[in-house]
């Protein structure tokens, strides 16, 4: 019997990883004079993960450095019947034809000082008589007799099957004419953002705390609460908008993330931070066990990032130290699997003090 295994074959990448992609491969393709000959590209990813403003912030950009307009085409193909896109028919009486009137979408700028982007967003949303006009879109760079000008890029977006949102799988064909990408949450390259983007401090504050509460990680629910990184921004313009502290606000609060966590929020006691302990700067333990166990489960879900930072690590490892060894001991299953090219973690104080107190429990159990 054959063995099905499935393996995820797009690039994952984070938001961040694929605006530099595309900058680059659109500002050479640009430079060089042959933006028609790029590939088309499907970018995939969960709602509210930053599919549409990647988009925008690679044509600003190519705006800055390139010192072209960027304009950006939004087509959502759901709201779109297939006869809109090829345009209206009119009666051509002298050749006795019928000529198609170019839509809207297809009047583009066609100059040297233009770059268009055409975003067919929601594509996995659209059904496949739609799907078939991006078809031909992707492959020839027309629609019927309407063709795209030399000067656009393409790109088309859409949601996973796993979002529990509604996608219509793409045929082979289709999918076989673009270059895919998939977005990853990386709650790190997140709070870089909201630090220059000015997200309300008591978000910031909130998530540092907690990052493991970020997003929804279980589409398959009832909820009408599904919290993305896109939840937490509108939330902070929400706050800073309305002013006051997060007590007076937490009708808004809830009605963005939910009653469970807008408790958390306006209820955290806890002594310990994990910003406290990835910067040695705790002095007592946590004062339970679920304190505890709240604080291994975020350090094990966030190691790989925070083993990229070696005082951070050499924090954590002496944090190890001073908890029961059982829980220092679920953590250094996760940290042993790290493959950490930047430093050497064995020649770490801390990793050596650890691992002194490892033999001792050895010892004491024989």
Do not use: C
């Not at 393996?7 to 430079?31: H, Q």
């Not at 969960?46 to 800055?64: C, F, R, T, W």
């Not at 002095?283 to 070696?310: A, G």
């Amino acid at each position: 019997m054959k063995n099905e295994i499935k393996i995820a074959e797009e690039k994952i990448v984070s938001t961040a990883g694929l605006i530099d992609i595309l900058y680059k491969s659109f500002s050479t393709y640009t430079r060089q004079n042959i933006i028609k000959k790029h590939p088309s590209v499907f970018i995939q990813g969960q709602p509210g993960i930053g599919k549409s403003q990647a988009v925008i912030q690679i044509a600003e950009m190519l705006h800055d450095s390139l010192k072209k307009e960027v304009i950006i085409h939004d087509v959502r193909l759901l709201l779109f019947n297939p006869i809109d896109l090829r345009g209206i028919p009119v009666a051509d009486y002298e050749e006795k034809v019928a000529i198609w009137l170019r839509p809207k979408i297809f009047q583009m700028d066609s100059s040297d000082e233009v770059i268009n982007i055409l975003f067919l967003d929601e594509l996995t949303a659209a059904p496949g008589s739609l799907q078939a006009a991006a078809y031909q879109i992707a492959l020839d760079r027309r629609l019927g007799e309407h063709k795209l000008p030399d000067n656009t890029f393409i790109i088309a977006a859409g949601n996973r099957n796993e979002d529990n949102a509604i996608t219509y799988e793409m045929p082979t064909s289709l999918r076989n004419r673009f270059i895919h990408f998939e977005l990853k949450i990386d709650f790190s390259e997140w709070v870089k953002w909201a630090n220059q983007n000015h997200i309300h401090t008591g978000i910031l504050k909130f998530l540092n705390d907690n990052p493991d509460k970020f997003a929804t990680k279980d589409f398959e629910t009832n909820s009408n609460i599904i919290i993305t990184p896109r939840s937490w921004e509108y939330l902070s313009n929400i706050l800073k908008v309305m002013g006051g502290t997060l007590e007076e606000n937490e009708i808004y609060i809830a009605s963005v993330i939910g009653n469970s966590l807008t408790y958390l929020m306006l209820n955290q006691k806890n002594p310990i931070t994990i910003q406290d302990i990835l910067n040695g700067q705790y002095e007592d333990n946590p004062e339970n066990m679920s304190d505890l166990q709240r604080i291994v489960d975020i350090l094990i879900n966030q190691i790989k990032e925070y083993s990229i930072n070696k005082a951070y690590m050499s924090n954590i490892l002496n944090f190890m130290t001073r908890i029961p060894t059982d829980y220092g001991i679920t953590l250094f299953r996760e940290i042993v699997k790290l493959d950490i090219k930047d430093y050497e973690i064995t020649e770490l104080e801390n990793y050596n003090n650890f691992m002194r107190k490892l033999e001792g429990y050895k010892q004491d159990e024989r």
